[in-house]
């Protein structure tokens, strides 16, 4: 969706600008946009008849840029992609729940060490976000907005402070990771016998 989209808001542009501009929104890190899959990406909607291209040129000894277009049949399903997005819910993906899988895997110290440095490091990625909702490259160089995207990702941070040191002060108070009314479950029960059973 990504790139259909910079596509139709700056077209006939060149992959080089659709890269350059994907980058700049950090769509590599919000949208799991890969750099090196943009020229690509662009390749690929042209075959299935999203995109084409419009004219190459070349200046210098530079390679040859294409420009491309989007079609009739790319802006429909950018727009499908679009309100798919913005009707439905879906919680955003994070690596940090397989880690959260097998917390019990770590010493009670280090994971809730590891959850305070957690908290702190999206304390200062707040202060960050903060600091731009401020400066004049937000307030009169971005559309509006890119602002209430900074002002979504400071909400979501701001829980999830909150939440790590709490979690991080349950651990450090001894909370069992196993409830009782678990291990005394014929099912938990069943399952620590498979998985001794594997281990052999």
């Known amino acids: 969706m990504m790139i259909l989209g910079a596509v139709r808001l700056m077209q006939p542009v060149h992959g080089y600008d ?3 501009e ?6 590599d890190r919000w949208a799991n ?3 090196g899959s943009i020229y ?13 291209e419009v004219g190459t040129d070349q200046v210098g000894g530079r390679p040859a840029r294409t420009s491309y277009e989007i079609t009739a049949k790319g802006s429909a399903e950018f727009e499908t992609l679009l309100r798919d997005l913005w009707w439905n819910a879906a919680p955003p993906t994070d690596p940090f729940f397989a880690a ?3 917390l019990p895997s770590l010493p009670r110290s280090e994971a809730s060490s590891a959850l305070r440095h957690r908290a702190t490091m999206l304390r200062a990625t707040v202060d960050g976000m903060k600091a731009s909702l401020e400066s004049r490259w937000i307030s009169e ?3 509006t907005h890119v602002a209430w995207m900074f002002e979504l990702s400071i909400a979501r941070m701001a829980g999830e402070i909150d939440w790590c040191e ?3 002060d349950l ?4 909370v069992s990771y196993t409830p009782d009314t678990l291990r005394e479950s014929p099912e938990f029960a069943e399952y620590l016998e498979r998985s001794s059973n594997t281990q052999r």
């Open 166 to 168: 709490r979690i991080a």
């Open 22 to 27: 994907l980058l700049s929104w950090g769509a």
């Open 100 to 102: 959260l899988s097998f």
């Open 40 to 52: 690509h990406g662009l390749r690929k909607l042209t075959e299935e008849e999203m995109l084409r």
């Open 171 to 174: 651990i450090d108070s001894g």
């Open 18 to 20: 659709v890269r350059r």
């Open 141 to 143: 160089l971005k559309p």
């Open 33 to 35: 946009v890969q750099p």
